[in-house]
């Protein structure tokens, strides 16, 4: 099941927990060759604050030779680059959520149909597709 939400936000339901996802999600990666320049456990850093919240977690990575050249279409799209997905525990089912690239581009200005948004667009909805199963 996937939805998009008014805001540009995917959500795709994902089979296995959070943690076979996020492995999942780290592999293909990997196995592509794309640079993952952070991970972040939401969950384990509320732990440590003393607080408790469902697996989330946030992988940032990218492509530079794709996302310079957003970057030099509009320089402030730096603000949502890297690339990031979400993985969490939502009422029992694992989701996998991204923000759509058209989106992002437009909110900086770059027209949706400049050709490194489309292949941004594409790679984000085959690495969604490959991780749910």
């Known amino acids: 099941m996937e939805s998009t939400r008014d ?9 296995g927990t959070v943690p076979e996802v996020w492995e999942r999600l780290l592999g293909a990666l990997d196995g592509m060759g794309v640079p993952v320049f952070c991970a972040v456990d939401h ?4 732990e440590g604050a003393g607080l408790r919240m469902p697996a989330t977690r946030v992988v940032t990575f990218g492509n530079p030779a794709v996302g310079t050249l957003l970057m030099l279409e509009a320089p402030s799209i730096a603000l949502d680059l890297p690339l990031r997905m979400l993985v969490r525990e ?3 089912v694992t989701m996998l959520s991204y923000a759509r690239p058209e989106v992002l ?29």
């Open 90 to 92: 939502a009422g029992g």
């Open 7 to 15: 805001d540009g936000q995917v959500h795709v339901a994902c089979q």
């Open 43 to 46: 969950a384990a850093n509320a």
């Open 105 to 133: 581009a437009a909110r900086h200005g770059i027209d949706p149909g400049f050709a490194p948004v489309g292949k941004v667009s594409a790679f984000m909805a085959g690495l969604a597709d490959r991780v749910r199963r």
